[in-house]
């Protein structure tokens, strides 16, 4: 298993708005618990006015621009768009998806596909080794009662829809994401649920989700709203 780890390349995509307190730990996490993988960090930084992009640019120095690119866009112009600008620059056979906000990191996305030959690997937080520390009570229900009300109309065979740190296959992902129209944070729901309707092979590792250790979430009301749009037009359109 560890030759093999060691022939992929991954691709780490990390989108990025105002997360200068964050990115250096993430990136330094990343090298620390891959040490004998193959891999490169994509930063897609949507013009953050707080500085991230001069932080990024010192961690090139430190680790080379051939292990963390900058590909910085002018302004936000969505999620699912920072996951496709980054695809274009990926060199790697896999790619993962992850926030820069120090809520996750794993190696067990990348012994999950080795094991099982899986087209996509998706954290859960939904059973059992996976969970949820520092929510309150309303954020926790509003979570699960969105991922409860999806499963009830969309049947995706997966768990978490709306989780953030899945390992792709590449050609899978430049597949199924072309096939998106989203752009917000129901992207990640409309990537598996297109996913699962294509026959992939999606397999799920327990993940335990940390509320972000600096900065402010950026889930507001307006993307409550986007995600039960999202969700009707799923049901409509899959």
Same mark, same amino acid.
């Given at each position: 298993m560890e030759g093999e780890e060691k022939k992929n390349k991954y691709s780490i995509i990390i989108p990025t708005y105002n997360e200068r307190l964050n990115i250096a730990l993430i990136v330094y996490l990343v090298f620390k618990y891959l040490p004998d993988v193959d891999f490169e960090i994509i930063i897609v930084d949507d013009g953050s006015p707080d500085g991230t992009q001069d932080i990024v640019k010192q961690l090139q120095q430190v680790y080379g621009e051939d292990r963390i690119l900058l590909r910085a866009r002018p302004?936000?112009?969505?999620?699912?768009?920072? %996951?496709?600008? =980054?695809?274009? &620059?990926?060199?790697? @056979? $896999?790619?993962?998806?992850?926030?820069?906000? +120090?809520?996750?990191?794993?190696?067990?996305? $990348?012994?999950?596909?080795?094991?099982?030959?899986?087209?996509?690997?998706?954290?859960?937080? %939904?059973?059992? =080794? =996976?969970?949820? &520390?520092?929510? @309150? +009570?309303?954020?926790? +229900?509003?979570?699960?009662?969105? @991922?409860?009300?999806?499963?009830?109309? +969309?049947?995706?065979?997966?768990?978490?829809?709306?989780?953030? $740190?899945?390992? %792709?296959?590449?050609?899978?992902?430049?597949?199924?994401?072309?096939?998106?129209?989203?752009? =917000?944070y129901v992207f990640q729901m409309e990537m598996i649920v297109r996913a699962s309707r294509k026959g992939y092979l999606i397999k799920e590792v327990p993940i335990t989700f940390v509320d972000r250790v600096y900065g402010s979430s950026k889930l507001g009301g307006s993307e409550i709203v986007e995600y039960l749009k999202g969700l009707v037009y799923l049901l409509v359109t899959t």
């Open positions: 302004k936000k112009l969505g999620l699912g768009t920072a %996951y496709i600008h =980054g695809l274009k &620059h990926a060199s790697g @056979n $896999f790619v993962v998806i992850m926030d820069a906000d +120090l809520s996750h990191h794993d190696k067990i996305e $990348f012994r999950k596909q080795m094991e099982t030959g899986a087209s996509i690997v998706t954290g859960t937080r %939904y059973v059992k =080794g =996976g969970g949820v &520390h520092g929510w @309150n +009570l309303m954020r926790k +229900l509003t979570s699960r009662g969105a @991922n409860v009300l999806a499963h009830t109309l +969309l049947w995706p065979g997966v768990s978490d829809l709306t989780g953030s $740190f899945r390992l %792709y296959q590449k050609s899978v992902l430049e597949d199924v994401i072309s096939s998106c129209v989203s752009k =917000g």
